[in-house]
């Protein structure tokens, strides 16, 4: 059975705004070491959404945005790559190496997980929130901002039942963010 890893960003303060993080290079190598890691990527519409506006059209023609250094173009070309499944229930269709999930969510995860291989990745606030509420994620890791912005989107307010977790590895950055991997405790 693959594991299903849910990696995020956050700052200090809980803030898991895509934009209030600190980007560098050993970052996105880290994050394209992530992806690489996995056999499909697992995305909710708004993920979906902004990583292909993002990421898709530089690796697709070529050209690079006038906002991308150089040193994120390996994980444009990661990302790009990979095998997405995008559950939505508004969305007619999806291209982009992607495909819908529709139905129960539990059952079609389920389903993902059993299929043999290095294991699945997932990102984002809502789509993750459900899944732990159905205990489906393996593993979590934080990716913590040495940043305090004062605002959210803020991760898993409103979760059923607390969740305990075991640290099992800690990784710290030149830039003084910190990342943390953790199992949940069964």
């Given at each position: 059975?693959?594991?299903?890893?849910?990696?995020?960003?956050?700052?200090?303060?809980?803030?898991?705004d895509h934009r209030e993080g600190i980007p560098d290079e050993e970052l996105h190598r880290r994050a394209?070491?992530?992806l690489e890691r996995a056999d499909a990527l697992l995305f909710g519409r708004v993920t979906y959404e902004m990583m292909e506006s993002a990421w898709r059209p530089s690796a697709q023609t070529g050209a690079v945005p006038d906002?991308?250094?150089?040193?994120?173009?390996?994980?444009?070309?990661?990302?790009?790559?990979?095998?997405?499944?995008?559950?939505?229930s508004t969305l007619e269709r999806v291209d982009w190496n992607a495909e819908l999930l529709r139905g129960d969510l539990g059952n079609a995860v389920q389903k993902l997980?059993?299929?043999?291989?290095?294991?699945?990745?997932t990102g984002g606030v809502k789509l993750?929130?459900?899944?732990?509420?159905?205990?489906?994620?393996?593993?979590?890791?934080?990716?913590?901002?040495?940043?305090?912005?004062?605002?959210?989107?803020?991760?898993f307010a409103g979760l059923s039942k607390r969740l305990d977790l075991k640290l099992v590895s800690r990784l710290e950055?030149?830039?003084?963010?910190?990342?943390?991997?953790?199992?949940?405790?069964?």
């Amino acid at each position: 059975m693959r594991p299903l890893r849910y990696s995020i960003n956050v700052t200090l303060d809980g803030c898991v705004d895509h934009r209030e993080g600190i980007p560098d290079e050993e970052l996105h190598r880290r994050a394209a070491e992530n992806l690489e890691r996995a056999d499909a990527l697992l995305f909710g519409r708004v993920t979906y959404e902004m990583m292909e506006s993002a990421w898709r059209p530089s690796a697709q023609t070529g050209a690079v945005p006038d906002w991308m250094e150089d040193w994120m173009e390996p994980f444009a070309r990661t990302i790009d790559a990979a095998k997405k499944y995008v559950v939505s229930s508004t969305l007619e269709r999806v291209d982009w190496n992607a495909e819908l999930l529709r139905g129960d969510l539990g059952n079609a995860v389920q389903k993902l997980k059993q299929e043999p291989g290095k294991g699945l990745l997932t990102g984002g606030v809502k789509l993750p929130f459900a899944l732990a509420e159905l205990g489906l994620i393996d593993e979590y890791e934080f990716v913590v901002h040495p940043r305090i912005v004062g605002h959210g989107p803020t991760l898993f307010a409103g979760l059923s039942k607390r969740l305990d977790l075991k640290l099992v590895s800690r990784l710290e950055y030149g830039s003084g963010a910190v990342a943390m991997r953790y199992e949940p405790r069964r």
